[in-house]
């Protein structure tokens, strides 16, 4: 009987693997004049209150400068994000990093122009 429970905790947990993924791409834009950064995080998943992205990182030039956290994602396919940089300037790296709340995570950089 033991062995029955432990074999299907495991294929429980695998199975919440095979629906659990990281983001699938971050498209990421930032406006030099009026330094907003937009970026969208693709994600597609079947409910949005239970499967979403539940933190992004921003950076700038290799440093965390801002956590933004959710409690859901914004549609069943992305999660959108804008944040004021008023420091980033041309040149810099700006990296947008988004994390799914069962499993997985995907960063995306762009340079400042």
């Known amino acids: 009987m033991k062995k029955i ?10 199975s919440t693997q095979v629906f659990a993924h990281p983001p699938s791409d971050i498209k990421i834009q930032f ?4 330094k907003l950064l937009t970026a969208v995080i693709e994600h ?9 992205i539940k933190k992004v990182d921003i950076g700038l030039n290799g440093k965390e400068i801002k956590m933004l956290p959710f409690k859901k994602q914004g549609t069943s396919t992305k999660q959108t994000i ?4 008023p420091e ?4 810099d790296t ?7 709340n069962l499993s997985g995570k995907l960063k995306k950089e762009i340079k400042v122009a």
């Open 5 to 14: 429970v432990l074999i299907l905790c495991g294929l429980l947990v695998a």
């Open 31 to 34: 406006d030099p004049a009026t």
């Open 44 to 52: 597609r998943v079947s409910n949005p209150n239970s499967h979403y």
């Open 82 to 85: 804008t944040a004021l940089i």
């Open 88 to 91: 980033a300037k041309r040149g």
């Open 94 to 100: 700006l990296s947008v990093e988004g994390y799914c």
